[in-house]
Every structure is written in C-alpha cells, then in structure tokens.
C-alpha cells in the first residue's frame, strides 16, 4: 500500500491574531503545533503499513518552517516526507490548497491511501480532505472511525464512520481518502532517539513547478474565497435552567414560549 498522510502545522493558542486588511492569520510570533486531529493520521497510516505492507509518506503544505511537523511525522515512522512551500501557494482557501495537495499526491505517484485529520483546529472547515478525493477522484470516507479490513487483492477497503446516531460500516474500492477521528486509535510517543534523528534529516521542498500546479489554481489567483470579516461572536448570557418534575417543567416551559411568542 503506498499511503500519503496530509498534516498541517496550526497555532498553539486560541489567542489569534488577524491581519485586518487581508483578513488572514497572523502567524508571525505565534508557536505552531502538528493540527492534533493529524497525529491521529499519521498514525493510522503507520499501522495499516504495519498491515499491509508498503510505505507513509507525509505531506505538508506551508511555509518553510512547516519542516517541523514533518520531523514529527518522521520520528513517529513515516518512511518519507514532502514539504509544499513556495510564494506562489501564498493566500491559498480550501480549494487552491486541495488543489495544491492533489498536484503534490498526484506528483508521488500510484498512491492507494491518503489520510487526513477530520479538521485542522485554525481554519476549522473540514473541506481539504473531501477537496483532494474530488480532485484526485478516489472514494471519499469521513468521520473514518475504525478500519476494519484492506484487501489488496480485491482493492476493497471497509471502515467504520461516527454518525450522530452511531456508527456505519462502509465497503468501498480503492484508492480512497480517509478523513480520521479521534476515536481511531492512540498515536505513538515517538523515543528520543528518533526524534534526535528527525531533527537533522533533509527535508524535500516541492515548489510549484515540481508538481506542475497550473498558476491559476494556486495561491490567491486560485481562492474564489473572499473573507469580508472575522470576529470573535458576542458572549450570550447563559439563560434559565429549569429544575423539578416533568409535568411542572413542561407547564413552565410552555408558558415561557407562549410569553415568547414561539408557540
Ligand atoms: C480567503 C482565504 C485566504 C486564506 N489565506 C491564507 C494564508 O494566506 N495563509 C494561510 O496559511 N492560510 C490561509 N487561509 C487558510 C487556508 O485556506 C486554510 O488553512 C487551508 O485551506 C486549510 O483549511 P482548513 O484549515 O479549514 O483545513 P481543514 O479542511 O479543516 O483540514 C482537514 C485536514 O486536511 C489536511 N490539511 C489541511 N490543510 C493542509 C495543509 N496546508 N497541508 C497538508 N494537509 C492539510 C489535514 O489533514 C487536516 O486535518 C486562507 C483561507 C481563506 C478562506
């Protein structure tokens, strides 16, 4: 199985800043950690390898000192890591960056698996994983809470999705993108030792070119996106919790909703 994991560096802190005139993140100064939802990624990637067989690569999108996650990434066990990172992906929305990442997948080549986190915890839309599997055409799993079975031989894939009201188990063909939750599995401690490693391999750095993303998919010509404001919502008071027996609260609440005008 040749499996891709794509993980995102994200800031430690709710505390963000916005440039008031792009209207984009002000990263500068801020420390930056693996999006959490992908270390969940990554490890399922190195326990299907331990499956199945094949290779894990990871692969970011960001600015040069995006190499950090992949350091991670490699002292976790992935076999191989690519950082995207040129002027030309600056300003990317959703779609350029799936956009972006597909060139990236489409550019390793011969990929059975990509894995992405549910959402990334800074920009919160959940909408790369699903952006990359239409880009790329593979099948598209969300909410992937268990993988239950690959077979190489078949190329079938059945998983398991966190519903609201429970859980589905979905049978589907190969090459798919799982979007992970949580639930997944327990990501690995990586040992000292592996990290020490980490910290003086090379990085790879694809520019737009080594993955031939045309001009005006990428970056800001290709964001259709247009953020007109962002802002903290206002804090609403906590309201009325009701107490006692059902038939006194059901009286309580309908005189509520009659002063409302709701009923
Ligand atoms: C108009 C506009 C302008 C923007 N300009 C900038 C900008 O200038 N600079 C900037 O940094 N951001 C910018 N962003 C934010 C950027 O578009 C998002 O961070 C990015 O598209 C990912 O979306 P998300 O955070 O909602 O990820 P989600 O869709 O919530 O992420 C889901 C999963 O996709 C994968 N993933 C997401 N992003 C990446 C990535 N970059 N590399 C690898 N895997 C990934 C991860 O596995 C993640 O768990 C902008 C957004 C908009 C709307």
């Not at 490890?43 to 331990?50: A, D, S």
């Not at 779609?95 to 990509?114: M, P, R």
């Amino acid at each position: 199985m040749k499996i891709v994991v794509c993980i995102k560096q994200v800031p430690d802190t709710m505390d963000v800043r916005i440039d008031p005139v792009t209207n984009t993140l002000m990263r500068d100064g801020v420390p930056s950690i693996l999006n959490p939802f992908d270390e969940f990624a990554i490890e399922e990637g190195l326990q299907i390898r331990e499956k199945c067989g094949g290779s894990v690569t990871a692969l970011t999108m960001g600015p040069p000192q995006a190499d950090d996650i992949l350091r991670t990434a490699l002292a976790m066990g992935v076999d191989n890591v690519v950082l995207l990172s040129d002027r030309a992906f600056a300003g990317s929305d959703t779609l350029a960056t799936s956009y972006a990442l597909s060139k990236g997948i489409e550019t390793i080549g011969d990929v059975d698996i990509v894995i992405t986190g549910k959402q990334a915890i800074d920009g919160d839309t959940a909408q790369v994983g699903p952006g990359i599997a239409s880009r790329l055409g593979f099948t598209q799993l969300t909410y992937v809470s268990k993988v239950e079975d690959i077979n190489p031989d078949t190329r079938k894939i059945t998983v398991e999705r966190l519903l609201d009201g429970g859980r589905e188990r979905v049978e589907a063909k190969l090459p798919a993108l799982l979007a992970v939750v949580k639930d997944i599995n327990v990501p690995r401690q990586p040992s000292i030792l592996k990290m020490k490693k980490a910290r003086n391999a090379e990085i790879p750095v694809w520019r737009a070119d080594d993955i031939h993303a045309d001009p005006a998919l990428i970056g800001q010509n290709g964001s259709p996106t247009w953020v007109e404001r962002i802002f903290s919502p206002e804090q609403k008071s906590g309201g009325e919790i009701f107490q006692g027996e059902t038939d006194e609260l059901a009286g309580r609440l309908s005189v509520l909703l009659l002063e409302m005008k709701l009923q």
